[in-house]
């Protein structure tokens, strides 16, 4: 399992004039994350709608991140794909695979 994945650059639209682009929307993501530790607001509409965004793709990310992990051989007729994959297993019928356990002891480590 890695520990990286890709996203879009996020990008605030109509950044200050005479700033190169790059630089201007690392300050407004430099400026987003010393406000949330600071228990303000994110920043304005732009600035939090491209946080949002920034959000949404690392989530989207993941979860395609982790629909390439295998899912058990041996799977429940009562759980979803979905289900498998994330490692939950039935209360009825618990999985006796090997190979979940192992790749639960590595997500661990």
């Known amino acids: 399992m890695s520990d990286s994945i890709q996203i879009p650059r996020p990008h605030v639209p109509y950044g200050p004039h005479g700033v190169p ?4 929307d690392a ?5 987003a994350a010393r406000n949330i530790a600071g228990g303000y607001a ?5 600035v ?5 965004k920034l959000l949404h793709d690392a989530a989207t990310a993941l979860r395609e991140a982790s629909t390439d992990r295998e899912v058990c051989p041996q ?5 979803s794909q979905h289900d498998a994959r994330e490692g ?3 209360p009825e019928h618990p999985c ?3 190979d979940r356990e192992n790749r639960a002891r590595e997500e661990q480590s």
């Open 96 to 98: 006796t695979c090997t």
């Open 48 to 52: 939090t709608s491209t946080v949002i």
């Open 42 to 46: 994110v920043g304005g509409y732009n």
């Open 27 to 31: 300050d407004y993501l430099d400026h």
């Open 21 to 24: 682009e790059m630089l201007a």
């Open 88 to 90: 939950r297993t039935c």
């Open 75 to 79: 799977p429940c007729e009562h759980l």
